[in-house]
């Protein structure tokens, strides 16, 4: 019985990992289907579904997309719902009570843990709605979240038989005193998987990625090639997609082969007629054995908890008074140390924990200044590309990280064919393709190349529903220093045009700066934009990352100018920067 119990489970881990492999490889529509036609196979096949379809809403940004999404994820929520107390098992069926009372403690854990990850999805959709309304609804329903992640976490330590992989430490989320929030009072260790000789390699790694830093270095490790530009992933057929919508009305015991006495393993799990030693199995999967369940049990729990962690650590210090006394409590330390256990796990969120560090160390680390370099995480963020270039090769989110890490260096050309890769590969998720072509606007901006960068800002206005305003003003920016000022001026007044009723921040700044050109071109107009061009990348922090000699020609370009009123303030924080060190200098 426990053999067969196994053997489901590990069945229901290679296809939420097949599904989570169509997802990064920008086969969203087929992992839809996937996990649709198992999602009552077991709880994590549908959070699978319901955060697909909560993807396709963020992606999309459709109400329609987004409504249906929110009623996905309360599904899921029921699905998981283990009725605790006398109170919630009164309005179940008898067989519905009899299944909850044959799930094991962890069993039931996880699906509070899928009940949490649901809830915090719940209060990003209501966020999204930008109303009071929906920021209200979106901060109770992120509580609430948050209160079952401290719970669960609190009852996962107390089950689990295996020693915390986490040291309880100053920096752990159960201590008393959480400082500023940033984790730097304590230093918790983490145990690997494989013990201390994988603690051990992962070191040698990182101090390998760090010496070799340069651009052939990287271009050696992370290949431009991969797949053909636009090559499908072939790993999953129509035929196999179908071989699983038949199999999916079957009993759960009927999609298994019998389990043998000994341990369970891949060969032992496979769909009836399709064995895994034919060349025609329905994908190759990284999880041929189950791990322990106090294992699966702390990495379903780490994820969204140590998102959270590290999400709330990043909030200034004036909101965290606030957030401290709604009870939300942020540790930067443990939040890293948590995602990086995932990463290692068999967990199906694993993929998902990697991009989690790689947003934070290519993209958060360098915009909020938390080192000081702007390539301090490129090791860390290089040993995960290096690891996640194995399983995902055609993978357009992983390319788009290769492209940041990259760009961190200094390599700009590099990184400028690694974000045309990404676009190339993600044709099939448009809002893929979009974050490539403003990095690649960028590179080429930073390499001076205006007429380049042009079209990228241009159709990034025309065709995405985010910062249409922002990017009809780089546009209009590079557009006038090529000497355009007539487009230029038509753009500056599009952008103010695209400002919407309750503007942000970058908003106003955008329709301040096209104020200047309501009534028409001024005679400076081409060194005003040039100046606007070098303020933002300044207050981008991107001028770091441009080439020692795309730094002496912007300071050539500012010697040049004649506009008075804008060229002292940018003159003097540009050469400040200009002469500062950086990864290319």
């Keep these: 019985m426990a053999q067969s119990s196994d053997a489901s489970e590990l069945r229901r881990l290679q296809l939420g990992h097949e599904g989570v492999r ?79 009372h044959s799930l094991t403690p962890h069993d039931k854990l996880y699906r509070k843990c899928v009940i949490a990850d649901c809830l915090m999805f719940e209060a990003i959709l209501a966020f999204l709605k930008q109303g009071i309304t929906g920021y209200v609804k979106g901060g109770f329903i992120l509580r609430k979240a948050w209160k079952l992640y401290v719970k669960v976490y609190q009852d996962t330590e107390q089950i689990c038989v295996s020693p915390s992989p986490i040291t309880p430490g100053s920096s752990s989320p159960l201590a008393d005193d959480y400082h500023d929030g940033n984790g730097s009072n304590g230093d918790s260790g983490i145990k690997l998987s494989n013990g201390l000789e994988r603690d051990g390699e992962c ?38 997609l179908d071989c699983v919508d038949n199999e999916a009305t079957d009993e759960t015991d009927d999609l298994l082969v019998a389990a043998q006495p000994a341990a369970i393993t891949a060969e032992q799990c496979v769909f009836k007629s399709i064995p895994w030693d034919d060349d025609k199995y329905v994908f190759d999967t990284p999880v041929k054995e189950l791990q322990h369940e106090d294992s699966r049990l702390r990495a379903a729990v780490y994820f969204g908890y140590g998102v959270m962690n590290l999400c709330l650590s990043l909030i200034p210090p004036k909101l965290l008074r606030i957030a401290n006394l709604l009870g939300f409590r942020g540790d930067r330390q443990f939040g890293i140390r948590a995602l990086k256990y995932v990463s290692d796990s068999q967990d199906i969120k694993a993929p998902l924990a990697r991009l989690a560090l790689l947003w934070y160390h290519t993209i958060i680390r360098p915009f909020f200044a938390l080192d000081d370099r702007q390539d301090a995480g490129v090791p860390e963020a290089s040993l995960i590309l290096l690891q996640a270039e194995k399983e995902y090769p055609n993978s357009a989110i992983f390319q788009y990280f290769k492209g940041r890490v990259l760009s961190l260096q200094g390599c700009l050309p590099e990184a400028l064919k690694m974000y045309t890769l990404a676009a190339e590969a993600a044709r099939q998720q448009r809002e893929i393709e979009h974050i490539c072509l403003y990095e690649k606007g960028w590179m080429h901006m930073l390499q001076l190349q205006w007429d380049e960068s042009i079209p990228c800002f241009v159709r990034l206005k025309s065709e995405t529903r985010w910062s249409a305003c922002y990017y009809a003003f780089l546009a209009a920016i590079v557009t006038g220093v090529s000497g355009d000022v007539i487009k230029s001026r038509e753009l500056f007044l ?20 096209a104020s200047w050109y309501k009534r028409g071109p001024t005679a400076l107009m081409k060194e005003e934009t040039l100046l606007m061009t070098f303020e933002v990348i300044y207050l981008w922090r991107a001028l770091p990352n441009c080439s020692k000699e795309s730094k002496e020609r912007i300071l050539e370009l500012l010697k040049s100018t004649m506009c008075n009123n804008l060229r002292v303030c940018v003159w003097c924080l540009v050469e400040q920067c200009v002469r500062s060190k950086g990864p290319s200098t």
């Excluded at 009623?71 to 067989?95: I, N, R």
């Excluded at 103010?496 to 301040?512: G, Q, S, W, Y």
């Design 22 to 100: 169509l997802v990064l490889c920008s086969k969203i529509n087929e992992a839809e289907d996937l996990f649709k036609k198992t999602r009552f196979k077991g709880p994590q096949l549908h959070a699978g579904y319901s955060s697909v379809i909560f993807l396709k809403s963020l992606m999309t940004f459709d109400e329609d997309s987004m409504e249906k999404a929110y009623k996905m994820l309360e599904s899921t929520e029921k699905f998981c719902d283990v009725g605790d107390g006398v109170f919630g098992q009164m309005f179940k069926d008898q067989a519905r009570r009899a299944e909850i």
């Design 494 to 513: 599009q952008s103010a045009k695209l400002v919407k009723r309750k503007p942000n921040n970058l908003e106003k700044f955008c329709a301040r700066r």
């Design 203 to 240: 070191k040698k790694q990182v101090g390998d990625v760090s010496k070799g830093n340069d651009a052939s270095g990287m271009l050696e490790n992370l290949s431009l090639d991969g797949l053909p530009i636009g090559a499908a992933p072939t790993n999953v057929t129509s035929d196999s």
